[in-house]
């Protein structure tokens, strides 16, 4: 990886090995608050989700939460491995050629930045799918998926995200040091494998939030029709319900945490203009707050901590929707037509559609 003319290492070619940037961009102050920050949220979160997991006897829940579980461990192992580098560069203020002549240093950290930046995204396009089969298809999602098999597809999300990390090891895209120096990332360029690397990144992470969005808004919509037609069935979905609330929300800050840097990549490697040194850390800075909002939504959006915080509301009645009467009624009048629209019939097709739905969620109760 030296090049030709200097031998200098390329991770060295595009910059000089020191850097001035406005401290206010790149500090050691806000490296360190952001990183205990998320690594202390992200092991509370953590702790929460280890003991939901031994309480629950659900099957479909213990499911959600090991998906849950790989993404906290990513979030914690992303902020760990990156925090503990920039942190370090701003404390000794190292200089990269002295200890890392031949770029494996900085090569590790891009393939970090580059692997617990695609994670979150894929695990969130992963769980949004699972949650389609277990609503939409609920026999399916019942007879396939176990506890070893939702191992085994973080850990296929896991493989999957290195192997793309890998790339520039093998000559597609370049790992080199960026202003202001603290951090190692892929070569945002509009010439050759740079550009290929570029908006494969990119497109695998936009693609991953369109996938979320998609299925998640299907998903959305069949359990509100599910939840108004009847209580029985109600009861029986408040842990999708609450699933789904999470899922949305984890949804919704992928979106706005890492949209704007996707965006950015492939409109500056399409646009062939230069890089845009300001923005980019703006945007690298911005998405890397999805590794602090992430655990908040599993340690705060629980049915548990809606009874601490309205303890006077009546809880006896043992569903989501019923406490919210006024709304759930509202939902019912404007589903109710969808879910007897059949002409020539009256009774038979709801009695059908509740049949089903019975017989669908028996197969997923413990």
Known sequence: MNSSQNNTALCFSLNSLRFKY???????????IFSTLGLTSNLIAFIVLLKSFRRTNNGLRSSFLIFLGGLVITDFMGLLVTGSIVVSYYVTNFNWREI?????????????????GLCPLLLGATMAVERFIGINRPFARSTNMSKRRTVNMV????????????????????????????????????????????????LVGLMSIFTSFLLNTVSVVTLIRVCCGGDRTQRRRDHEVEMMVQLILIMTIASVCWCPLLVFIAHTGLSGGPLQIKYLLVWIRLATWNQILDPWVYILFRRAIFKRIFPRLDWSKGS??????????????????????NPGSSETPETTTTTVTDLSLNSLSP
Not at 104 to 110: A, D, I, R
Not at 180 to 189: A, L, R, T
């Open 22 to 32: 406005p401290p206010t961009i790149a500090s050691i102050y806000y490296s360190s």
């Open 320 to 341: 989501i929707m019923s406490l919210y009467p006024s709304v759930r009624e509202t939902i019912r009048r404007y589903t109710k037509a969808s879910l007897t629209s």
């Open 155 to 202: 850990l296929m999300v896991w493989f999957s995200a290195g192997c793309i990390a890998l790339l520039p090891l093998t000559g597609i895209g370049s790992y080199h040091i960026q202003i202001p120096g603290s951090w190692c990332f892929f070569n945002i360029s509009s010439e050759g494998t740079d550009l290929a690397f570029s908006l494969l990144f990119s």
């Open 100 to 116: 890392d002549p031949h770029c494996h240093f900085c090569n590790f950290m891009g393939m970090s930045m580059v692997f617990y």
